[in-house]
């Protein structure tokens, strides 16, 4: 999966060091390829209006979208999306996965 995050100056960099710091802290920044970009051509192919914004790719499954753009969310916004979108090493490590184990399809109580 690509992280990419659109724009530049100091709101791009503030993105990048909170995707940084929320991708390490849940043991997922080695999952993910993370990519900045200012193209042009990307955005118009996104519909990216405003800076900074944070996309994502999966080649596997021919996905690409924008997440949200014109804003640099918190910390615990980015944490928690992470978590519904790729799950967690932490979550994994423990039997569980990001519902908590509450979703009931798997026999160890987490999900697949």
Do not use: H, R, W
Request: with cysteine; net charge negative; hydrophobic share 35%.
């Amino acid at each position: 999966m690509i992280i990419k995050l659109v724009g530049e100056g100091l709101e791009l960099t503030q993105l990048q060091d909170l995707v940084n710091v929320s991708l390490t802290e849940l043991g997922l920044l080695d999952l993910v390829t993370l990519e900045t970009t200012a193209d042009p051509a990307y955005k118009m192919e996104l519909g990216i209006t405003q800076n900074p914004a944070l996309c994502i790719e999966e080649s596997s499954i021919d996905f690409k979208d924008m997440i949200f753009e014109g804003v640099v969310p918190e910390k615990s916004e980015l944490t928690s999306m992470f978590v519904s979108i790729l799950g967690s090493s932490e979550s994994e490590e423990g039997g569980g996965c990001s519902t908590g184990g509450s979703c009931g399809s798997c026999s160890t109580g987490g999900c697949s």
